[in-house]
């Protein structure tokens, strides 16, 4: 079992310059039933800057003890949800950590969880693989429809989808764009593809989604998190020390020199993979219970104990 991760207890604070910013309607619709305190803070209507700053100091030590009140209760496995993200991908992400995570992400679906996998910049060539794997037509209309609005919106300013590998990644063997995408997809493993999502817009069918984000590290880590997953799979060969204010991240490297030389930074060596020491079906047996001691507070991924909480929106710029 595993135990619930909170997530409906989040407490969010908005401080307002304009009433006309934020709608209190669509945050309405995002938990119309009102699962998750809001409080609105509007500069504009505050008698002074230190009554606005006492105010939100109030609320928000009244949220903490709130919070507090609640007790961690058994959920079942299908009540997990997996972002899976890379960055600074090497030459054995593709061999190693992807398809192990999506090894993982596959066991957990077969369970009844979900999957979503990101990062649309880092899936262009292997746009008709995923789209075979859609549930229907609707499915696969929308992904298309998405990855193409994207790819005109980074026309216009000049750019393109075969300019996101990084110096790095091309330094370690990634030098061109369908190589680092065949490699990223395995995230997702071979589930069929039950939904694609814009930018954060919230998971409602369970199993493998798909989800509209750049492939900006911290920008697609806080578009899963929106989108409801409560638990991130971050692999990497480079090392890239990103995490999440409200959703753990796990940090799985795609090579043992890595895992070593940033033991601070990495919680699972995928390396053994690399080295015919263990199979890709051994190690997802073992990276999913440490998914569930994660998402059960057994475990505290090395983000958390580094504090590490990225927080980026993407502003629908171009970012690859």
Known sequence: MVEDMLRDTIEVDWAQ??????????????????????HYLEQQASLSESALIREALTTIFAGLAEANRVERTPAPLSALTLGVECGGSDGFSGLSA????????????????????SEFPEL???????????RD??????????????????ARVGADFSMNPSPGNIRDGLITDAMKSAGAAKKGGDSPVEDVLDYTEPLTRTGLNLLCSPGND????????????????????LGTPTGNPITP????????????????????????????????????????????????????????????????????????
């Open 17 to 38: 310059v304009d009433a006309q910013i934020l709608l209190k309607s669509a945050v309405a619709d995002r938990d119309p039933g009102g699962l998750r305190p809001v």
């Open 98 to 117: 992807n398809p192990l995570v999506g090894a993982v992400v596959d066991r957990l679906v077969a369970l009844g969880g979900s999957g979503i996998l």
């Open 124 to 134: 262009c060539g292997v746009e008709h693989e995923l789209i075979a794997r859609c």
């Open 137 to 154: 037509d609707a499915v696969a209309r929308r992904f298309s429809e998405l990855m193409d609005a994207y790819q005109r919106h980074a």
């Open 218 to 237: 911290v920008e697609s880590t806080t578009a899963l998190a929106g989108s409801g997953a409560n638990l991130i799979l971050f692999t990497t060969g």
């Open 249 to 320: 991240v796990l940090k799985i490297s795609s090579n043992s020199e890595l895992a070593s030389r940033m033991s601070d930074v990495i919680d699972f060596d995928a390396g053994p993979i690399i080295r015919g020491e263990r199979s890709i079906a051994d190690l997802a047996e073992q990276l999913l219970t440490l998914c569930i001691d994660t998402a059960s507070g057994r475990y505290r991924p090395r983000a958390v104990e580094l504090a590490q909480y990225d927080f980026i929106p993407w502003k629908r710029g171009v970012s690859l």
